[in-house]
């Protein structure tokens, strides 16, 4: 990024939420949560209604919490100065259909005090940096839903903020869009910002974040990296496609493994298989394939979609000891 | 560098609201409707000021059947009101794309994200409404009122009639704070544009009708009809009669009529007030 930045990273955590709880009157949306945020990508995960929605409200100022204090940059979230360490991309459009692009970061220039040259040059860059200098001349409703995404990405990276907050911005967007803005979302984590993602689809986080944060009605379930996530998810039940040539001797085979509970022929082509152990598993299977000298065309997991981990992880929280 | 007040967010704020509103074919239309009435005065003036040099005696007989166009407050009080009309159907129109879509499609979130506050939010958007407002009644009636001065004796003109201006600006400021305020705290609670136009008509339509037959039918004998305090239920004459002062008129109700529009914005603030507050708060 070749802004001037509003404000100097320090070395503490960008983000520091302690023992957050929001309640809308009777209804408890967030729960005693504590998390720090750092450069790089986080993936904040939950399922619809998880209260993912309401943290990303708190950490961008726009409502204050209940109980519990969280800092931006060592500043009150709700104040005009952590607002200045944070660029929010929300999940809707701001009805700004009938606007170019390009006067849409301009506003979002203007909201942060840049005027004239400065707010020419800001909005220019950031144009060039999410892609869209050569198209921001056209209304956006012209737009596809990719290219709306970096519109409002640019609004959100004209001020260099230091945290970068990008409600559900992979959703509806297609495979080539989404790769594009996976690049975008790495290269910025690169230059050292902090890019919080949320997503209710934990497969969009697999190749995507360092760190991810799992909130499930109101609490946060895990956080940390990829790596503990899956430690966590270690007993977890998983179901995988295996598509080979010769299903009836694979699937007798793959009956020996410890970590294979189930095998079912579906089609002539494909097994699906149900796991205990998912790390296991795919350590297992790998020597699997070498020593048994089978053709195996393709390997999916087919329910990592968010919504039974979180019931398996809420599970797995609600047991004692 | 930015700079660190927040102040300089209001006006990004009602540019944008107004670009959104200049984009519609539909404001373009209204726009032309009041710019009619404002065309026809315009000529109506030249034309009055030819006649008084080349027929005198056409133009004041002309000038006592055309009493609003003699160049006193009362032609430009009038013609602002004229304007009011379209303006008002121009706003019921116009009130979703000015802050009601913010509500239904996260413009709200958008801006509540950035460093501003609700009040600067409020602010900025009441800017883009009163200079709609602004644009549509005050400046094309001070265009007039120079017109009025240039065209005939201008130096005797100007000299004894500048408070007009004054008039002018006040009214105009009147028109675009309350009407903005009004406006405003409907759009927070109504932002789609059907309920908005009918409750807009339902207010500057079909309250003024009710007001009119309230005091036709109720009034006591004794009483002057224009002193009816049913009246005071007509929002846009209340704003007519406390403008009148600014022009140096004093019209009956006066009192009544600044009570009515004070409850009125008092109300419009806090109804705007405590709707930002729920929407900044909702989940």
Redesign the interface.
Known sequence: MTLEPSVSVSASPIVEVKNVSKWFGPLMALNGISLDINPGITGLVGPNGAGKTTLLRLLTGQSKPSIGGIRICENNAWSAKAKSHVGFCPYGDAAWDEMPGRKAVRVSAGLHGFKGDEARHRTETVLDIVGMADRAHRPIRTYSKGMRQRIKLGQALIHDPDLLVLDEPLNGIDPVGRDELNELFIRLAQDGKAVLISSHILNEMDQLADHIIFVCRGKLLASGSLETIRDLLDDYPLKVRVSCETPRRVASLLMELDSVKSVRIETSDDLFLEVQNPNRFYGEFAEFVLSKNVDIRGLKATDTSAEPIFDYLMERSSKPG | ??????W??I???A??AM??VF??KLFWLLFAVAMLSFIFTFGAIYLLATLKQELPQMARFITSMLKDLDGSGTTYLNFMKLQGTVMMILLAFAGSVLAG??H????F????????SLVYYALGKLLAIGLLVLLITTIPALVLFFEYGLLGDMAEYFRENFQIVFGIIGYGLLLSLSIGLLLLALVSWMPRPVPLVILWGGLFVFLPILSSVLAETLRDSEVNLEESSWRLLDLWNNLYIVGSKFFGVELPLFYGAIIVIFTVCLFSITAIFFRLRYL????
């Open positions: 560098m930015a700079t660190s007040l927040a300089f967010s006006w990004p704020i540019r944008t670009l959104l984009r519609r879509n913010d239904s499609r996260g413009g979130m958008f801006y509540m994200s950035r460093r501003i900044q708060h909702q989940s």
